[in-house]
């Protein structure tokens, strides 16, 4: 089965820390994605990438930024973090172009800012 | 914009009442629709969707889903809930079309409680 690994569950940093979420997928899936989940809003998309070195923005890209220079790994970075980007984050994947893939999931990285 | 409606957001049944959850979305054209599911402790998986054809679809444990275009509405059911069903499910959007394409629109989530 598809495996998408987010490297930390908790995280805890301080505002205008930098910050890194990574984030690996071992089944050479094309395409890979950040979401953010908060309660009440669901899932919303920060960032997906469809290629090595490719990247476009989601619907709240604002604030953070991400990396792909390898296909099985894709980062998320919060140039400077703050207590509004306190969420759980989540990585997923995608195997081909198809607009009807299904989703493959981390499971989460929980990320507090204080 | 395109957005996904959930109708509550939280539900709590008996065992073995019969479930259905509401979704209804914005967008007007061609869809792909999902239904996703996250058991405490554990990743978002999917349950179900649909692309084409039959618009009555099967996933698993037991649970399917309706799409109705006129109504613009894919609403998911089961017929008999068990214990293990506790959990958030959320309804998905893929409009199909370019990179939007990649783009899967979520609702807010319902969470299932379901008293043994």
């Known amino acids: 089965d598809v495996k998408v690994t987010q490297s930390s569950r908790y995280l805890v940093k301080r505002t205008g820390e930098k910050v890194f979420l990574e984030c690996v997928q071992d089944m050479d899936h094309e395409n890979m994605f950040w979401y953010r989940q908060d309660p009440g809003l669901g899932l919303r998309l920060i960032y997906f990438?469809?290629?090595?070195?490719?990247?476009e923005k989601g619907d709240i890209p604002e604030g953070y930024s991400v990396s792909r220079e390898k296909k099985e790994r894709f980062s998320l970075i919060l140039e400077s973090a703050s207590t509004n980007q306190t969420s759980m984050y989540l990585c997923a994947s995608t195997m081909g172009r198809g607009t009807n893939e299904k989703l493959f999931f981390g499971s989460g990285t929980q990320l507090s800012v204080l | 914009a395109q957005s996904v409606s959930q109708h509550n957001h939280h539900v709590i049944l008996s065992e073995a009442a019969s479930l259905e959850l509401g979704c209804n979305y914005s967008y007007g054209g061609t869809v792909n629709l999902f239904w996703y599911v996250q058991y405490p402790g554990q990743h978002l998986q999917l349950l179900l969707k649909?692309?084409?054809?039959?618009?009555l679809v099967k996933g698993i444990k037991g649970f399917e889903a309706e799409f109705i275009k006129s109504k613009f509405s894919f609403n998911l059911r089961k017929p008999s809930v068990q214990w293990s069903d506790t959990a958030e499910y959320f309804c998905a959007v893929n409009p199909g079309r370019g990179t939007g394409g990649f783009k899967t629109i979520f609702g807010a989530g319902t969470r299932l409680f379901v008293k043994a």
């Open positions: 990438s469809y290629d090595v070195k490719m990247k």
């Open positions: 649909y692309f084409s054809g039959d618009p």
